[in-house]
């Protein structure tokens, strides 16, 4: 079996999908316009996609499963900085004095998901 795309409920699966696109550099798939029930993000193989399916109830309470995404370009900090400039805010913030930890966030939409430290970071 392979795993083929993380499905996230949305209220516009398109705009959704633009904040994802951006925060990850992966493409919105070719046809997938405003208005579309579904959109996907294209990940890089062998990484799931992210699809986003049109849902009429908006999202009332925590998720039960979220994404933890490392850094590969920045550090966890300047991660969140860039992420906040694109709409997301942040949920709870689990940084230690030390440089450890994980920053929690949300998007547009309120969504869960973590940014940790890059594993520069983790080397040092």
């Known amino acids: 079996m392979i795993l083929r795309h993380i499905t996230i409920d949305a209220a516009d699966p398109y705009e959704l999908a633009q904040f994802w696109s951006t925060v990850t550099g992966w493409p919105v798939a070719d046809g997938d316009v405003p208005g579309d029930d579904e959109v996907l993000v294209v990940a890089p193989s ?63 939409e309120g969504n869960e998901f973590c940014v940790e430290r890059s594993e520069a970071e983790r080397a040092g």
């Open 46 to 108: 062998p990484v799931p996609g992210l699809l986003f399916i049109a849902v009429p109830e908006g999202k009332s309470v925590k998720n039960r499963v979220h994404l933890d995404w490392g850094p590969t370009e920045r550090s966890r900090d300047e991660e969140v900085e860039r992420i906040l400039s694109l709409g997301g805010t942040i949920y709870e913030d689990h940084r230690l004095p030390d440089g450890r930890g994980w920053v929690t966030m949300k998007d547009p």
